[in-house]
Nanobody, 117 residues
Framework: QVQLVESGGGLVQPGGSLRLSCTAS????????MGWYRQAPGKQRDLVAN???????DYADSVKGRFTISRDNAKNTVWLQMNGLKPEDTAVYYC???????????WGQGTQVTVSS
């Protein structure tokens, strides 16, 4: 099993910043991609950003230029720096880790991000 522990969520005003972190432990061997997804009430869970071992990244169009994902492979930790936050960024943010062996997909417990004045 892979355990993912997230931190860094909270309440922030529009235009503000937050930094989320996620650390993987347990069966971390074989993790090749880590990332963040988010789910707003009544909506599906969508990709925010992910990063592979080589450092290549992928972002949702809605966050490009505002969010930055980074990773420390040695520490099995991934961060999501969120700048220029908007009310529509409000959601529960979930950390995700993918492996080429079982378990293929692991999820954190989620951290709430609320953007409101």
């Amino acid at each position: 099993q892979v355990q993912l522990v997230e931190s860094g969520g909270g309440l922030v005003q529009p235009g503000g910043s937050l930094r989320l972190s996620c650390t993987a432990s347990g069966s971390v061997f074989g993790i090749y991609r880590m990332g963040w997804y988010r789910q707003a009430p009544g909506k599906q869970r969508d990709l925010v950003a992910n990063i592979v071992n080589s450092g290549s990244t992928d972002y949702a169009d809605s966050v490009k230029g505002r969010f930055t994902i980074s990773r420390d492979n040695a520490k099995n930790t991934v961060w999501l720096q969120m700048n220029g936050l908007k009310p529509e960024d409000t959601a529960v943010y979930y950390c995700n880790a993918q492996r080429a062996i079982r378990p293929y997909d692991s999820w954190g417990q989620g951290t709430q991000v609320t953007v409101s004045s």
